[in-house]
């Protein structure tokens, strides 16, 4: 049974960082693509990075780049998301997904992921 498990999540100050980690199990997550998605109250859930399964390309949402770092360890079945200069409106639940999409073009969209955890609760605030 595939399953992500996502930790990490928690309270911190603006301008503060977080690691996000998530583990895979119960299938070849090193076969796909990963990505983090957050919901935020009120809102549709969002993009926000996906690394490749292959050649390790990443990509992120326009209101995380240069601040969020996206990462995968194959050999662990880890994929993580170190997150600095953290903003209010970075507050949100934090979902690891994983996609078997045969294209990276849509790796931005949630229909394309197939296997998803249960999420992670991150605030900042002071």
């Known amino acids: 049974q595939a399953q992500l498990v996502e930790s990490g999540g928690g309270l911190v100050q603006p301008g503060g960082s977080l690691r996000l980690s998530c583990t895979a199990s119960g299938f070849t997550s090193n076969d796909y693509h990963m990505g983090w998605f957050r919901q935020a109250p009120g809102k549709e859930r969002e993009f926000v990075a996906a690394?490749?399964?292959?050649?390790?390309?990443?990509f992120y949402a326009v209101a995380v780049k240069g601040r969020f770092t996206i990462s995968r360890d194959n050999g662990k079945n880890t994929l993580d998301l170190q997150m600095n200069s953290l903003k209010r409106e970075d507050t949100a639940v934090y979902y690891c997904a994983a996609s078997n999409s045969e294209t990276i073009l849509t790796l931005s969209s949630a229909s394309e992921y197939d296997y998803w955890g249960r999420g992670t609760q991150v605030t900042v605030s002071s």
């Open positions: 690394v490749t399964s292959i050649g390790g390309d990443t």
